[in-house]
């Protein structure tokens, strides 16, 4: 069985200078009760790898409004004209990767390989400082495996043991990015028996369990 730590817990793991995976899709499926803990503890220098840049008040977007993301590796921004601006003026590092692509560095990442080989980008801006290989005849880019040193991820249940099930939208990024970090720390809906057969993240890649409310 996991502890149920309360949610304030989140600041004694997660530090200034970490590189954070942060689950969900413009905001569903992300753990919104962490974003309000990192905001009140002000903690800074992250380096966020997400889908996207979220809203300026949901999802990672209230970090970045807050000047506390440093670096954000995600599929978009258009969302948060906030961070549109400090990629502009140069306040914030934006990494730009198609979407497939992230997904796919991040899932290598969790399956021990090195990296992707991907068509996506030959020929174009995302091409640029990266090693094309070929194959068969068709040039293809190497993107290198992408890890973190925490994972916060979101769920729509948990069992007693941190088996977590993540229902529809929720279940974007979540799953992949529990295997591609040093540290798991998983926020849940609520804590009930599941059924082995629907586990979508098992227990053995949750570090901390921690539930909405508490």
């Known amino acids: 069985?996991?502890?149920?730590?309360?949610?304030?817990?989140?600041?004694?793991?997660?530090?200034?200078?970490?590189?954070?995976?942060?689950?969900?899709?413009?905001?569903?499926?992300?753990?919104?009760?962490?974003?309000?803990?990192?905001?009140?503890?002000?903690?800074?220098?992250?380096?966020?790898?997400?889908?996207?840049?979220?809203?300026?008040?949901?999802?990672?977007?209230?970090?970045?409004?807050?000047?506390?993301?440093?670096?954000?590796?995600?599929s978009h921004i258009g969302l948060n004209p906030e961070a549109g601006k400090r990629m502009g003026e140069g306040t914030m590092k934006v990494t730009l990767v198609p979407q497939g692509t992230l997904a796919e560095q991040i899932r290598a990442a969790g399956a021990g390989l090195g990296g992707i080989l991907t068509p996506t980008g030959v020929g174009t801006i995302v091409e640029e400082g990266k090693k094309v290989i070929n194959v068969d005849g068709k040039p293809y880019l190497l993107e290198k495996a992408l890890h973190a040193d925490i994972a916060l991820i979101y769920a729509t249940a948990s069992d007693q043991y941190g088996n977590l099930i993540h229902e529809k939208t929720t279940r974007n990024f979540n799953p992949v990015m529990a295997l591609a970090a040093k540290k798991v720390i998983a926020l849940t809906r609520t804590i009930k028996p599941i059924d082995p057969n629907c586990i979508t993240t098992p227990h053995v890649l949750v570090n901390h369990l921690m539930k909405e409310g508490n």
């Open 1 to 74: 069985m996991k502890t149920i730590e309360p949610v304030n817990q989140i600041t004694k793991y997660v530090k200034d200078g970490m590189s954070v995976m942060v689950g969900g899709f413009m905001g569903c499926g992300t753990p919104e009760a962490f974003i309000d803990e990192l905001l009140k503890a002000n903690i800074k220098d992250l380096t966020i790898i997400c889908n996207d840049a979220g809203y300026p008040n949901k999802g990672v977007g209230k970090l970045i409004v807050n000047g506390q993301v440093s670096h954000l590796i995600a």
